[in-house]
């Protein structure tokens, strides 16, 4: 019996296993990729892979996705191409299975997660997945009071675009416009200013163990931040790997932004690699533009599980792309502390500003500086 | 759909036609810019400096004889550096030509006329059929701009509220690029078709060192090839490109080397490693760099 299968609705199918695995294949971009598969040979399995890439896909992050998809959903039906994964950025998210998307391991794992300040790091890396439950009542008040603190304090920069106004530069076109209504007169010379636009913002999260009591609430800011301002602001957090969370936290609800953040992070409450998860964020993201002129804001303990030279030379390198660098210690504003561990004293010569983070009103100080930046 | 297009069968033949231009595609990227011109879409191309992103939108233009336009992207820039301009002076000297005799209302409207008008190279690439338009770098620009390119991109037209809308009689073959320092926004992304730049692999970097420098030696090439893959995996600030293993292959070649041994290579390190702290690590290492 020759059973072939309907192209479309295999499309659509496989465009739905895509969208359970976070990549964002809506309707309109199965469409497109339905109309290209009309345009190459539908049983040549490398150009199917490769239709459906260019059309589903919208960034890096999407790809080693797309790939593992792909590999399960045609497995049997179509040889796989086996594409080369290496080399591409942003590969840090694990690959769930396509059902089951909350087992109940993680479940546990979370639970374990919640004991209060584990040990710095642990030499095999830890992958867990932060269970966040609901936000109470008084949590969300305290996002939206994160909000309300935010709102009007985040730093500006001038841009290159001009808004009407100001005393110095004349705006052509406007004038020319005057002048030609008032039949070839020069009127009145009319002028244009520099606009001003948030600064860039990157938050860089520590979610290793030591991390834990506060990692919540700062998450909670780092939402807070993005919501603000969405197009300026980038998250990350920092462990044993680099994780990207600035889309997760783009969410409005917060329950659904912290729960998404938390799915996404793979090693929450694992060790740290502070400097070797710096270098990977500045070889993807801040050297080509992420850090640049932006206010950066890490929050970490400072505890560096490796040799605390590479973080040194890392915070050297970020302090030269970046506006300004503060550095959010919670341990900052407990009494007797001084920056003692190894990563610390390694970072400080290149940091502008070392404020605490433990608490609300900590995080008030925080605001306060970076709207200063 | 470009004139030249309807000869490219398949991704394949559209392949071969770039390696008989001098630029050898993968099976990925080739299928994309088949796609591309077949379905008439934006190609989004997003990869480290140096893969070849400028240079296969050059190539395009090339096999498809079609005119390249390039609009490089930059913070700041808007819709009359990119789209249109109007001509400021002529117009006034029109208008004082006109004097005082002529109707008011009939003047005003003569003053908004093509011929005052300035194309920038979006509006060029729509006026002069068939073009291959690159808009390099957009993540350069800022997101105000990406609003100025929904129209151009989804229908091929630019909307003059004092003109009206001028429509490309031929849809010119569009190509993105991008580095990636910023989010390019969702609503432009869904109009393209995307892919991501690989480096080459060993072997296709070589054929395209050959290429490029045909007049280098194979062992040579090979050589480079080798000694850059090694730069690559090295974690440096900056790791080089085909663009610069191409630069270091020609640099050797000039003066005289068809062997890369290491003083040869710290001579002309400068082509391929752009940072001085990547320089230090690399001039230290460098009896490793040549493959002991």
């Known amino acids: 019996m020759d059973y072939v299968p309907d192209p479309v609705v295999t499309l659509t199918g496989f465009a739905r296993a895509l969208r359970a695995n976070g990549i964002a294949a809506d309707s309109t971009r199965l469409a497109t990729a339905i109309d290209a598969l009309g345009h190459v040979d539908p049983l040549d399995a490398e150009q199917v892979y490769w239709a459906g890439r260019v059309t589903l896909c919208a960034e890096p992050d999407d790809l080693p996705r797309y790939d593992a998809v792909f590999d399960a959903w045609f497995r049997g039906r179509l040889p796989l191409p086996g594409p080369d994964a290496s080399g591409r950025p942003g590969t840090t998210l694990r690959i769930r299975p396509l059902a089951g998307e909350n087992d109940a391991g993680e ?39 994160l909000v309300a603190l935010l709102g009007p304090r985040m730093a ?43 600064r860039r913002l990157v938050l860089l999260l520590d979610v290793s163990g030591s991390m834990g009591p506060y990692a919540d609430v700062l998450l909670r800011f780092a939402h807070a931040a993005v919501r603000v301002a969405p197009a300026s602001t980038e998250a990350f957090t920092l462990g044993t790997r680099l994780t990207r969370i600035t889309r997760a936290l783009r969410l409005r609800d917060p329950d659904q932004a912290l729960a998404a953040a938390g ?7 694992g060790g740290t690699r502070l400097g070797e998860s710096l270098q990977a964020f500045l070889d993807l993201w801040g050297q080509r533009g992420t850090a640049r002129r932006a206010v950066v804001v890490l929050v970490s303990d400072g505890w560096e599980r490796g040799d605390a030279t ?11 792309l970046a506006h300004a660098v503060v550095w959010v210690n919670p341990h900052r504003g407990k009494e007797g502390f001084a920056p003692v561990t190894a990563g610390m004293r390694a970072a400080l010569p290149h940091v502008d500003d070392l404020v605490a983070g433990h608490s609300l009103a900590a995080l008030h100080e925080l605001a306060e500086v970076i709207a200063r930046a | 759909m470009l004139e030249g297009m309807r000869e490219f069968e398949s991704p394949a033949a559209l392949g071969d036609a770039l390696d008989g231009a001098g630029y050898l595609p993968d099976r990925g990227l080739a299928t994309a810019a088949f796609l591309a011109l077949r379905m008439q879409r934006p190609l989004f191309l997003e990869g480290d400096p140096g893969v070849g992103k400028t240079a296969l939108a050059q190539t395009l233009a090339t096999i498809t004889g079609a005119e390249l336009v390039r609009l490089q992207c930059y913070e700041g820039i808007d819709a009359s550096q990119a789209l249109y301009d109007w001509d400021f002076p002529r117009q006034i000297l029109h208008l004082r030509a006109a004097g005082d005799t002529a109707d008011r209302a009939e003047l005003e409207h003569s003053l908004y006329d093509r011929r005052f008008l300035v194309a920038r190279p979006i509006l060029q690439a729509l006026e002069r059929a068939p073009a291959v338009l690159l808009i390099d770098e957009i993540d350069r620009a800022d997101d105000e701009f990406e609003a100025f390119l ?13 003109l009206g809308t001028i429509r490309a009689a031929e849809p010119p073959l569009v190509v993105i ?4 320092t910023r989010e390019v926004h969702d609503a432009l992304k869904r109009r393209c078709l995307y892919h991501w730049v690989e480096h080459p692999e060993f072997a296709r970097e070589v054929a395209i060192v050959r290429r490029r420098v045909p007049e280098a030696a194979q062992g040579l090439a090979e050589q480079v090839a080798a000694a850059v893959a090694r730069l690559r995996s090295a974690s440096l600030l900056k790791p080089p490109g085909v663009a610069e293993t191409i630069d270091w292959t020609r640099a050797l070649h000039l ?6 041994d290491a003083e040869s290579a710290e001579a002309t390190l400068g082509a391929a490693v752009k940072y001085r702290e990547d320089l230090v690590r690399v001039q230290r290492e460098l009896a490793g760099l040549l493959g002991g």
């Open chain 1, 107 to 145: 479940h546990e794992d979370a639970e374990e997660a919640d004991e209060p300040l584990r040990t710095a790091a642990s030499p095999a890396e830890v992958l867990r997945h932060r269970d966040l439950a609901a936000l109470t009542d008084a949590e969300r008040d305290e996002v939206n009071s």
């Open chain 1, 156 to 198: 500006r920069r001038r841009t290159r675009r001009t808004r009407p106004g100001g005393r110095d530069a004349v705006d052509v076109a406007r004038t020319v416009r005057r002048l030609v209504r008032a039949g070839g007169e020069p009127v009145q010379l009319l002028r244009r200013a520099p606009r001003v636009k948030p």
């Open chain 1, 263 to 269: 799915a996404a992070i793979p090693d929450w409450s």
């Open chain 1, 310 to 320: 590479l973080l040194g030379g890392q915070m050297a390198r970020l302090a030269r």
């Open chain 2, 150 to 162: 929904l129209e151009v991109l989804a229908d091929h037209a630019v909307t003059i509220p004092e």
């Open chain 2, 177 to 180: 690029t991008s580095n990636r």
């Open chain 2, 255 to 260: 003066l005289g080397v068809t062997r890369l």
